[in-house]
């Protein structure tokens, strides 16, 4: 069945989350989120060794994609997921990504250096 005009721009938020996720180091801005309530630019930045400016590109892309939520202190900015599900998403990830590797023995033991996900 075809999509239909009035679901096409249903499909293209959808597809517009696996955006904001299709960039290694957008997932680890996530993942670190997910840990923590809530993070500054700057610990982001220290967290991912990104520089400002490419740091600044990804968040903008995950606030564009609605997946973080940002809140300016003062002369800080501080970074949140927008949603409780984001981090339940990354750890299906984790888990899809697990059972892929599984029949990688050599990418499977790389995979335990992979810092751990919180539980929420």
Same mark, same amino acid.
């Given at each position: 069945?075809?999509?239909?005009?009035?679901? &096409?721009?249903?499909?293209?938020?959808?597809?517009?989350? =696996?955006?904001?996720?299709?960039?290694? =180091?957008?997932? $680890?801005?996530?993942?670190?989120?997910?840990?923590?309530?809530?993070?500054? #630019?700057?610990?982001?930045?220290?967290?991912?060794?990104?520089?400002?400016?490419?740091?600044?590109?990804?968040?903008? #892309?995950?606030? &564009?994609? $609605?997946?973080?939520?940002?809140?300016? &202190?003062?002369?800080?900015?501080?970074?949140?997921?927008?949603?409780?599900?984001?981090?339940?998403?990354?750890?299906?990830? $984790?888990?899809?990504?697990?059972?892929?590797?599984?029949?990688? &023995?050599?990418?499977?033991?790389?995979?335990?250096?992979?810092?751990?996900?919180?539980?929420?």
């Amino acid at each position: 069945m075809p999509l239909t005009r009035q679901q &096409r721009p249903l499909y293209e938020v959808k597809a517009g989350l =696996f955006k904001g996720l299709s960039h290694p =180091f957008r997932i $680890r801005i996530l993942e670190l989120l997910s840990a923590a309530d809530e993070m500054s #630019v700057a610990d982001l930045q220290s967290d991912t060794g990104l520089e400002a400016s490419h740091l600044s590109q990804h968040l903008a #892309v995950l606030r &564009r994609h $609605r997946l973080v939520e940002s809140e300016r &202190r003062a002369s800080h900015v501080y970074y949140r997921l927008a949603d409780d599900k984001v981090a339940e998403l990354l750890a299906v990830a $984790r888990a899809l990504l697990l059972d892929v590797l599984a029949n990688d &023995r050599d990418l499977l033991a790389d995979a335990g250096s992979l810092p751990t996900l919180p539980a929420r």
